[in-house]
C-alpha cells in the first residue's frame, strides 16, 4: 500500500508566490488562454504537482492529457538530456537523423496495423491535423471532408474549421477553410436523433449515406472521414464499437479516407496503445500529440505507405521531429509498452467502476463513461432531462482545486479524470474521496 500524504498545502491557493506570478502573466500573457484555476506550477513529479508556494496537488488532468509517464519520468527526462547533449535540432525537413526514422518504425509498430506505414512530423496536434487535412486532398484530389459535431481538432486554420465542439472557438475568425461539413457523432447518452442504441442499428451513419449522400454531398467528391475514436474535448465520448466499424465500411463503399484523431486518446491512455484498437478499425490516417513525448513538443501524422504519396517540398515544418521530442518519444513508448499501457486499463477500469458508485449516490452524475484512464461524468441537475449542470460542473472543478485534486472540463457540463498512467490505486481513491467531498457540499 503506498503512502498518499497528498495533496498538502501550506500557505491558501493561490499563494503569495503565485499571486506574483498572476499578476504578471495577466498583464504580458495572451487574455486567449483558457485556465479555469490558478494553479502555478513549480515542479511535477509522477502524479504529483507542486505549485510555486510548496502546495501539492493530486493531477488528475496530467497537463491536457500529456503526461502519460508521469510529470518527468526519470527515463524520459535521462534521454532528453542525452540528446541535448550531441544536437538540438539540425532539421529533420532538409537533413537526417535517426532519431526521425528509428521513432518511425516505433510507431509503425505499435500500431499493429497490416499496411505499412510512412510518418510526417509536426510540433503539435493542429499541425498533425493540418498535415492530415493537406494529404488527403492531395492524395485523392477530391476537395471535400466530413468531420463531427463535439470534434475537437486544434485551433489552426484547418483544424478549426473540422472542429465542431464551441462556438468560442469559431467565433471572429471566419471565413474558416471551405469544403467541411459536421455530421452527428455516436453520442449515445444524447442521441442526437433520439434513438436508442442498440436498437438504433447506427443511425447516425446511416444518416450520411441515405439522407447527406444523397441529397448535398457527392460522396465520390469526399476525400476523409476526420474522426476521433473517442471524442475528448467535446465531452469524452466513447460511442458504440458498431459506430466506428459502420463507418469505416462507409469509407470503404466510396473510396473516402478514414483519418483517426488519436491525438488525446492515443498512447496508451485508453488501456491500448492506440483507441482505434478498441474498434478493430485500422485507419488510412490517423494523428498523435500530446502523450506522445510526455511533454516534450511533437506532432505526428501517419498513413498507410501508398497514401503518404505527396512530392519533397509539398509540406514540411523546421521544428517538427525536433531530435529531443523524437528521444523523449522513443522512452515514452518504451515505458507505455513496459507496463504503462496495463495499468491504465486495470486502473480504469477501477475508476469507473468507483465512478458508478459515487453515481449511485449522487443524483448530479448523470453519465460516467470512457475507456482506460480517459474517464469522464456528465453532469445533470435532472436525470430525466438530462439538464446540463454547467455551473455546477464549474463549481465541481474550482472546489477539488481548493481541495487539492486538478480536474480539468470537457463538453458543457462534463468532467474529465485523466491522471497520468502511473497512478495507482491508493492516489485514485484519495482523488474519488475529494470528488465524493465537493459533490456533498453541493448538496447542501
Ligand atoms: C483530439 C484532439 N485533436 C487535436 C488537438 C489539438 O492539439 P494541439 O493543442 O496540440 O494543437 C487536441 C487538443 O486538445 C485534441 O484533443
Known amino acids: 500500500m503506498k503512502n498518499i500524504d497528498y495533496p498538502s498545502f501550506v500557505t491558501e491557493v493561490p499563494g503569495p508566490k503565485a499571486r506574483e506570478i498572476l499578476a504578471k502573466d495577466k498583464r504580458y500573457i495572451s487574455p486567449s488562454y483558457t485556465r479555469s484555476y490558478p494553479l502555478v506550477i513549480d515542479k511535477g513529479e509522477g502524479v504529483i504537482v507542486t505549485d510555486v508556494d510548496g502546495n501539492r496537488f493530486l493531477d488528475f488532468s496530467s497537463g491536457i492529457g500529456v503526461c502519460n509517464t508521469g510529470h518527468s519520468h526519470p527515463a524520459v527526462v535521462a534521454s532528453i538530456i542525452e540528446q541535448a547533449k550531441k544536437f538540438l535540432h539540425m532539421s529533420g525537413t532538409d537533413f537526417y537523423y535517426g532519431a526521425q526514422s528509428n521513432l518511425a518504425e516505433k510507431i509503425c509498430e505499435i500500431s499493429d496495423m497490416a499496411d505499412d506505414l510512412m510518418v510526417y512530423y509536426g510540433n503539435s496536434g493542429a499541425e498533425a491535423i493540418e498535415a492530415a487535412l493537406k494529404l488527403v486532398r492531395y492524395h485523392t484530389k477530391r476537395s471535400l471532408v466530413l468531420s463531427f459535431f463535439g470534434a475537437f481538432h486544434g485551433r489552426t486554420m484547418g483544424a478549426l474549421s473540422l472542429s465542431g465542439s464551441k462556438m468560442i472557438h469559431e467565433k471572429g475568425f471566419a471565413p474558416l477553410v471551405p469544403g467541411v461539413t459536421h455530421v452527428p457523432y455516436g453520442y449515445c447518452y444524447r442521441c442526437p436523433y433520439n434513438l436508442k442504441y442498440p436498437d438504433c442499428n447506427i443511425y447516425c451513419v446511416d444518416w450520411i449515406k441515405e439522407d447527406l449522400f444523397k441529397r448535398v454531398i457527392p460522396a465520390e467528391e469526399v476525400a476523409a472521414i476526420f474522426v476521433e475514436p473517442i471524442q475528448g474535448e467535446g465531452g469524452y465520448v466513447a460511442p458504440p464499437k458498431e459506430f466506428h466499424q459502420k463507418l469505416y465500411e462507409l469509407c470503404r463503399e466510396f473510396g473516402i479516407l478514414y483519418v483517426a484523431d488519436e491525438i488525446q486518446s492515443g498512447m496508451g491512455r485508453t488501456g491500448k496503445m492506440f483507441a482505434f484498437q478498441h474498434y478493430g478499425i485500422e485507419p488510412d490516417v490517423f494523428t498523435l500529440a500530446k502523450g506522445i513525448a510526455s511533454g516534450m513538443p511533437l506532432g505526428a501524422m501517419v498513413s498507410k505507405h501508398e497514401i503518404m504519396s505527396w512530392s519533397p517540398g509539398s509540406h514540411a515544418s523546421t521544428f517538427g521531429g525536433n531530435p529531443v521530442s523524437c528521444q523523449a518519444a522513443l522512452a515514452t513508448i518504451e ?110
Not at 464549474?394 to 477539488?400: F, L
Not at 497520468?420 to 465524493?436: F, N
Open 335 to 444: 515505458l507505455l509498452q513496459n507496463g504503462l499501457v496495463n495499468n491504465a486499463a486495470e486502473m480504469g477500469e477501477y475508476l469507473i467502476a468507483q465512478l458508478r458508485k459515487l453515481q449511485e449516490e449522487h443524483e448530479l452524475i448523470g453519465d460516467v463513461r470512457g475507456k482506460g484512464l480517459m474517464v469522464a461524468i456528465e453532469l445533470v441537475t435532472d436525470r430525466e432531462k438530462k439538464t446540463k449542470a454547467v455551473d455546477e460542473r464549474n463549481e465541481v472543478i474550482e472546489r477539488a482545486f481548493q481541495k487539492g485534486l486538478l480536474l480539468l472540463g470537457c463538453g458543457e457540463n462534463s468532467v474529465r479524470l485523466i491522471p497520468p498512467l502511473v497512478v495507482c490505486r491508493e492516489e485514485l481513491d484519495k482523488g474519488l474521496s475529494i470528488l465524493d467531498e465537493v459533490l456533498k457540499e453541493l448538496r447542501k
